[in-house]
T-cell receptor, first 115, second 115 residues
Framework: AQKVTQAQTEISVVEKEDVTLDCVYETRDTTYYLFWYKQPPSGELVFLIRRNSFDEQNEISGRYSWNFQKSTSSFNFTITASQVVDSAVYFCALRAGGGYQKVTFGTGTKLQVIP | ETGVTQTPRHLVMGMTNKKSLKCEQHLGHNAMYWYKQSAKKPLELMFVYSLEERVENNSVPSRFSPECPNSSHLFLHLHTLQPEDSALYLC??????????????FGPGTRLTVL
Protein backbone atom coordinates (compact mmCIF):
# COMPACT_ATOMS: atom_id res chain seq x y z
CA ALA A 1 0.00 0.00 0.00
CA GLN A 2 1.08 3.54 -0.67
CA LYS A 3 1.18 6.35 1.85
CA VAL A 4 2.11 10.02 1.65
CA THR A 5 2.71 12.09 4.76
CA GLN A 6 2.77 15.86 4.83
CA ALA A 7 3.37 16.53 8.48
CA GLN A 8 3.11 20.30 8.18
CA THR A 9 -0.55 21.23 8.25
CA GLU A 10 -0.09 24.99 8.01
CA ILE A 11 2.92 27.22 7.53
CA SER A 12 3.09 31.01 7.67
CA VAL A 13 6.05 32.96 6.35
CA VAL A 14 6.74 36.57 5.67
CA GLU A 15 7.13 37.55 2.05
CA LYS A 16 10.62 37.01 0.62
CA GLU A 17 11.43 34.28 3.11
CA ASP A 18 12.34 30.82 1.86
CA VAL A 19 10.07 27.96 2.85
CA THR A 20 10.35 24.18 2.54
CA LEU A 21 7.34 21.88 2.39
CA ASP A 22 8.05 18.34 3.51
CA CYS A 23 6.78 15.17 1.90
CA VAL A 24 7.57 11.64 3.07
CA TYR A 25 6.25 8.65 1.17
CA GLU A 26 5.97 4.90 1.64
CA THR A 27 5.79 2.30 -1.08
CA ARG A 28 7.10 -1.22 -1.66
CA ASP A 29 7.35 -0.71 -5.37
CA THR A 30 10.72 0.01 -6.95
CA THR A 31 9.09 1.97 -9.75
CA TYR A 32 6.91 4.86 -8.70
CA TYR A 33 6.09 8.46 -9.52
CA LEU A 34 5.94 11.48 -7.25
CA PHE A 35 3.99 14.67 -7.88
CA TRP A 36 3.43 18.08 -6.38
CA TYR A 37 0.28 20.10 -6.94
CA LYS A 38 -0.72 23.59 -5.88
CA GLN A 39 -4.31 24.42 -4.95
CA PRO A 40 -4.97 28.16 -4.74
CA PRO A 41 -8.18 29.46 -3.13
CA SER A 42 -9.93 29.18 -6.51
CA GLY A 43 -9.92 25.39 -6.04
CA GLU A 44 -8.14 24.03 -9.09
CA LEU A 45 -5.19 21.73 -8.45
CA VAL A 46 -2.31 22.96 -10.56
CA PHE A 47 0.33 20.42 -11.57
CA LEU A 48 3.84 21.52 -10.59
CA ILE A 49 6.18 18.59 -11.08
CA ARG A 50 6.44 14.87 -11.69
CA ARG A 51 9.45 12.77 -10.78
CA ASN A 52 10.01 9.07 -11.37
CA SER A 53 11.82 6.84 -8.91
CA PHE A 54 14.85 6.37 -11.16
CA ASP A 55 15.60 10.05 -11.45
CA GLU A 56 17.02 11.46 -8.23
CA GLN A 57 18.26 14.64 -9.79
CA ASN A 58 17.04 17.70 -7.99
CA GLU A 59 15.11 20.14 -10.09
CA ILE A 60 14.85 23.89 -10.09
CA SER A 61 12.19 25.89 -11.86
CA GLY A 62 12.45 29.58 -11.16
CA ARG A 63 11.83 30.10 -7.45
CA TYR A 64 10.74 26.48 -7.02
CA SER A 65 13.07 23.60 -6.30
CA TRP A 66 12.56 19.97 -5.40
CA ASN A 67 14.82 17.67 -3.41
CA PHE A 68 14.20 13.97 -4.03
CA GLN A 69 16.03 11.60 -1.67
CA LYS A 70 15.25 7.90 -1.94
CA SER A 71 17.40 7.14 1.11
CA THR A 72 14.95 9.02 3.32
CA SER A 73 11.86 8.51 1.11
CA SER A 74 11.38 12.23 0.89
CA PHE A 75 10.44 14.61 -1.89
CA ASN A 76 10.62 18.09 -0.41
CA PHE A 77 9.60 21.31 -2.11
CA THR A 78 11.30 24.65 -1.50
CA ILE A 79 10.03 28.06 -2.52
CA THR A 80 12.73 30.71 -2.56
CA ALA A 81 11.87 34.35 -1.89
CA SER A 82 8.20 33.57 -1.29
CA GLN A 83 5.49 35.84 -2.65
CA VAL A 84 1.89 36.42 -1.65
CA VAL A 85 0.77 34.60 -4.80
CA ASP A 86 2.40 31.46 -3.42
CA SER A 87 -0.30 31.27 -0.74
CA ALA A 88 -2.13 28.02 -1.40
CA VAL A 89 -2.47 24.44 -0.28
CA TYR A 90 0.26 22.22 -1.65
CA PHE A 91 -0.25 18.50 -2.16
CA CYS A 92 2.36 15.82 -2.58
CA ALA A 93 1.22 12.63 -4.32
CA LEU A 94 2.52 9.17 -5.16
CA ARG A 95 1.63 6.57 -7.77
CA ALA A 96 3.16 3.11 -7.98
CA GLY A 97 4.48 1.98 -11.33
CA GLY A 98 3.22 -0.73 -13.61
CA GLY A 99 -0.28 -0.76 -14.97
CA TYR A 100 -3.13 1.28 -13.62
CA GLN A 101 -2.56 2.34 -10.02
CA LYS A 102 -4.45 5.09 -8.32
CA VAL A 103 -2.66 8.19 -7.09
CA THR A 104 -2.32 8.59 -3.33
CA PHE A 105 -2.42 12.19 -2.18
CA GLY A 106 -1.09 13.62 1.04
CA THR A 107 -3.33 15.72 3.23
CA GLY A 108 -1.76 18.95 2.02
CA THR A 109 0.18 21.82 3.56
CA LYS A 110 -1.48 25.21 3.67
CA LEU A 111 1.06 27.95 3.03
CA GLN A 112 0.27 31.53 3.93
CA VAL A 113 2.67 34.19 2.76
CA ILE A 114 2.23 37.39 4.72
CA PRO A 115 3.05 40.65 2.95
CA GLU B 1 -8.84 27.38 -23.99
CA THR B 2 -8.58 26.12 -20.41
CA GLY B 3 -7.52 22.44 -20.34
CA VAL B 4 -10.24 21.04 -18.07
CA THR B 5 -13.49 22.85 -17.48
CA GLN B 6 -16.26 22.06 -15.01
CA THR B 7 -19.81 23.31 -14.76
CA PRO B 8 -21.45 24.50 -12.70
CA ARG B 9 -18.84 26.03 -10.42
CA HIS B 10 -21.27 26.21 -7.53
CA LEU B 11 -24.37 24.13 -6.87
CA VAL B 12 -26.85 24.13 -4.02
CA MET B 13 -29.37 21.33 -3.96
CA GLY B 14 -31.89 19.75 -1.68
CA MET B 15 -31.71 16.13 -0.69
CA THR B 16 -34.52 15.17 -3.06
CA ASN B 17 -33.14 16.95 -6.12
CA LYS B 18 -31.46 15.43 -9.14
CA LYS B 19 -28.59 17.32 -10.70
CA SER B 20 -25.55 16.63 -12.86
CA LEU B 21 -21.99 17.88 -12.82
CA LYS B 22 -20.23 18.23 -16.14
CA CYS B 23 -16.55 18.02 -16.97
CA GLU B 24 -14.92 18.61 -20.33
CA GLN B 25 -11.27 18.27 -21.24
CA HIS B 26 -9.65 19.94 -24.24
CA LEU B 27 -6.28 18.19 -23.95
CA GLY B 28 -6.88 15.16 -26.15
CA HIS B 29 -6.55 12.85 -23.16
CA ASN B 30 -7.92 9.32 -22.90
CA ALA B 31 -8.57 9.11 -19.16
CA MET B 32 -10.84 11.09 -16.87
CA TYR B 33 -11.36 11.08 -13.11
CA TRP B 34 -13.79 12.27 -10.45
CA TYR B 35 -12.48 13.19 -7.00
CA LYS B 36 -14.24 14.39 -3.87
CA GLN B 37 -12.49 16.89 -1.61
CA SER B 38 -14.06 17.41 1.80
CA ALA B 39 -12.78 19.74 4.47
CA LYS B 40 -10.06 18.21 6.65
CA LYS B 41 -9.98 14.98 4.61
CA PRO B 42 -7.61 13.69 1.93
CA LEU B 43 -8.62 13.82 -1.68
CA GLU B 44 -10.88 10.83 -2.40
CA LEU B 45 -10.84 9.15 -5.79
CA MET B 46 -14.38 8.27 -6.88
CA PHE B 47 -14.29 7.06 -10.48
CA VAL B 48 -11.80 6.55 -13.28
CA TYR B 49 -12.56 6.16 -16.97
CA SER B 50 -10.14 5.14 -19.68
CA LEU B 51 -11.36 5.37 -23.26
CA GLU B 52 -14.92 5.60 -21.95
CA GLU B 53 -14.56 2.37 -19.95
CA ARG B 54 -14.80 2.54 -16.17
CA VAL B 55 -11.50 1.46 -14.64
CA GLU B 56 -12.20 2.16 -11.00
CA ASN B 57 -15.31 2.44 -8.92
CA ASN B 58 -14.03 3.22 -5.49
CA SER B 59 -16.90 2.03 -3.25
CA VAL B 60 -18.92 5.12 -4.01
CA PRO B 61 -22.60 5.20 -2.92
CA SER B 62 -25.07 4.59 -5.72
CA ARG B 63 -26.51 8.07 -5.33
CA PHE B 64 -23.49 9.12 -7.40
CA SER B 65 -23.68 7.87 -10.98
CA PRO B 66 -20.92 8.62 -13.48
CA GLU B 67 -21.27 8.77 -17.24
CA CYS B 68 -18.54 9.04 -19.83
CA PRO B 69 -20.08 9.35 -23.32
CA ASN B 70 -16.72 10.04 -24.97
CA SER B 71 -13.14 10.66 -23.95
CA SER B 72 -13.67 14.43 -23.72
CA HIS B 73 -16.74 14.50 -21.48
CA LEU B 74 -17.49 13.17 -18.04
CA PHE B 75 -20.64 13.60 -16.01
CA LEU B 76 -21.53 12.92 -12.41
CA HIS B 77 -25.25 12.45 -11.89
CA LEU B 78 -26.46 13.17 -8.38
CA HIS B 79 -29.70 12.09 -6.72
CA THR B 80 -31.03 11.92 -3.17
CA LEU B 81 -27.78 13.21 -1.73
CA GLN B 82 -27.02 13.66 1.95
CA PRO B 83 -25.64 16.77 3.68
CA GLU B 84 -22.31 14.95 4.19
CA ASP B 85 -21.95 14.85 0.40
CA SER B 86 -21.30 18.59 0.46
CA ALA B 87 -17.77 19.03 -0.87
CA LEU B 88 -15.64 20.22 -3.74
CA TYR B 89 -15.90 17.80 -6.65
CA LEU B 90 -12.87 17.82 -8.88
CA CYS B 91 -12.52 16.41 -12.34
CA UNK B 92 -9.16 15.51 -13.84
CA UNK B 93 -7.81 14.05 -17.05
CA UNK B 94 -4.59 12.37 -18.12
CA UNK B 95 -3.18 11.08 -21.38
CA UNK B 96 -3.50 7.53 -20.11
CA UNK B 97 -4.03 5.78 -16.78
CA UNK B 98 -0.64 4.14 -16.54
CA UNK B 99 3.00 4.35 -17.42
CA UNK B 100 4.64 7.66 -18.10
CA UNK B 101 1.57 9.47 -19.36
CA UNK B 102 -0.61 9.52 -16.30
CA UNK B 103 -0.01 13.02 -14.97
CA UNK B 104 -3.43 14.31 -14.04
CA UNK B 105 -4.61 17.79 -14.89
CA PHE B 106 -7.47 19.15 -12.84
CA GLY B 107 -10.45 21.35 -13.46
CA PRO B 108 -11.53 24.16 -11.12
CA GLY B 109 -14.06 22.01 -9.31
CA THR B 110 -17.74 22.27 -8.46
CA ARG B 111 -18.54 23.42 -4.94
CA LEU B 112 -21.59 21.38 -3.95
CA THR B 113 -23.78 22.18 -0.98
CA VAL B 114 -26.55 19.78 -0.01
CA LEU B 115 -29.24 21.23 2.21
Amino acid sequence: AQKVTQAQTEISVVEKEDVTLDCVYETRDTTYYLFWYKQPPSGELVFLIRRNSFDEQNEISGRYSWNFQKSTSSFNFTITASQVVDSAVYFCALRAGGGYQKVTFGTGTKLQVIP
Amino acid sequence: ETGVTQTPRHLVMGMTNKKSLKCEQHLGHNAMYWYKQSAKKPLELMFVYSLEERVENNSVPSRFSPECPNSSHLFLHLHTLQPEDSALYLCASSQDVAGGADTQYFGPGTRLTVL
